[in-house]
């Protein structure tokens, strides 16, 4: 079945970065796009960005542009996000996702120094 | 940005009540193309969000048929009929018409 194996929990200084990863199975993995969002805690959820496996190409939201960068290895069908200069707004859940229907466990960013 | 708005931000119900929550967009989610990308997404306690109903009303596989979805334009509604335990949790709208992808505030369902 379709599975979405995030990486583990972070503990980052501020201004630091971080990579998370996303390894996809149960699915060819270039046929979806995968799709990154943030949850800040107890909060709603804020899209990050998508990826497009086949072709690499990206479209993020304008406000984590300058933050995320979304990155793919096909041949371990994995998806990446590294996360730059990060601050205490950048604690949060982080999720990666297929489309919208078949999600990750999510991984926890403390950022704390 | 789009703003999507749902109420009420929490919802107490008994089982097998019947449960209904809005959501409200601040443009209109008919693309173009014809279609409404307005979905409705279940967060349990501890757990990731996972997809109930995409396109207002498509039933995603393997989603009880006591959800269901309705709306068109700016005002969208997920109806649940006969609230079971496993129900409880965050409901979220998100909507895909226009980018970026926006998200409701969420309406937490819990036990009366």
């Known amino acids: 079945q379709v599975k979405l194996l995030q990486s583990g929990a972070a503990l980052v200084k501020p201004g630091d970065s971080v990579k998370m990863s996303c390894k996809a199975s149960?699915?060819?993995?270039?046929?979806?796009?995968i799709h990154w969002v943030k949850q800040s805690h107890g909060k709603s959820l804020e899209w990050i960005g998508y990826?497009?496996?086949?072709?690499?190409?990206?479209n993020y939201n304008e406000k984590f542009k300058s933050k995320a960068t979304l990155t793919v290895d096909k041949s371990s069908s994995t998806a990446y996000m590294e996360f730059s200069r990060l601050t205490s707004e950048d604690s949060a859940i982080y999720y990666c996702a297929r489309v919208l229907d078949y999600w990750g466990q999510g991984v926890m960013v403390t950022v704390s120094s | 940005d789009v703003v999507l708005t749902q109420t009420p931000p929490t919802l107490s119900a008994t089982i097998g009540q019947s449960v209904s929550i809005s959501c409200r967009s601040s443009q209109s989610l008919l693309h173009s193309n014809g279609n409404t990308y307005l979905h409705w997404l279940l967060q349990r306690p501890g757990q990731s969000p996972q997809l109930l109903i995409y396109?207002?009303?498509r039933l995603e596989s393997g989603v009880p048929n006591r959800f269901s979805g309705s709306g068109s334009g700016t005002d969208f509604t997920l109806k649940i009929s006969g609230v079971e335990a496993e129900d409880l949790g965050v409901y979220y709208c998100?909507?895909?018409?226009?980018?970026?992808?926006?998200f409701g505030g969420g309406t937490k369902l819990e036990l009366k």
């Open positions: 149960g699915y060819t993995f270039t046929d979806y796009i």
């Open positions: 396109s207002v009303s």
């Open positions: 998100v909507q895909g018409t226009h980018a970026p992808p926006t």
């Open positions: 990826i497009n496996p086949y072709s690499g190409g990206t």
